[in-house]
């Protein structure tokens, strides 16, 4: 007869490093700020 498998206690899992936050891609340089025209009078 077969013999049901040895009850084994569920080992926890690995204790991992915490991961860290996933960083967004680099933004390419903004562009010079424009001069303001001037207001009209």
Same mark, same amino acid.
């Given at each position: 007869?077969?013999?049901p498998p040895p009850r084994l206690a569920p080992? =926890? %899992?690995p204790r991992l490093p915490p991961k860290p936050?996933?960083?967004p =891609? %680099?933004?390419p340089p903004a562009p010079p700020a424009l001069p303001r025209p001037p207001a009209s009078v």
């Open positions: 007869p077969l013999l080992r =926890p %899992p936050p996933a960083k =891609p %680099p933004k």
